[in-house]
Structures are given as C-alpha cells and as structure tokens.
C-alpha cells in the first residue's frame, strides 16, 4: 500500500489493512512527513527533556540532551553557511543617468 498525502486512508481502511501492509503504509507516511521537519536545537531540546521527565534531569540525560541538539544546532549552521555562501554582494552603480540628488529634483 502506497502512501498519498492527497488521498490518505480512513481509519477504517486502515484496519482492513494486513499488518505487514499497515506498517509499510506508516513507513511511507513517516518518510514522506520527515522532509518536512526540523530536529532541535540544544535549548529546545535541554527544554523538551526537562518537561517530559517531570522531575530534576540527571547529568547523564542533559548531556544526552546536549548531543541531540548539537546535532540539530549544527544542521541548521550548515544551511545558514550554504545559503550565505551562495549570496552575491552586489555594489551598486552610483553614476546612473537621471539619478535625483536634490529635493527639488523629487517633483517631476
């Protein structure tokens, strides 16, 4: 069973699924909805664990926290790096004709 964002299947269509078929369908589902999804930063991530565990974090479970969120952290420094990297600096042509330098020359 083929995944289709535009034409998804019922809750009932999906219990008449069989459970190998139900499975790939939730594979395909899941792989169609992680290009869309970002993974967390260190703060959100040390955030995230802190409300879930509902009690004080150990050392252990922020330092994994941490290494979660450099990963996301770092992801996100890269695209900054290749979207900056792909930017022209362009300067712009002082000496154009018809250039208004004055106020009086505002009023065509």
Partial sequence: MKYDPKNELTDEQMKAL????FFKYLDEKAAYLKQFTQPLGQYHAKQFASQTKGTELT????????E?????DDMRAQAIAEAASKMTTKVPDLNVKGHKTHRSQWID
């Fill in 59 to 66: 050392t252990q479970e922020l330092k994994r926290a941490k």
């Fill in 68 to 72: 979660i969120g450099k990963e996301g």
């Fill in 18 to 21: 069989s459970e190998d078929d």
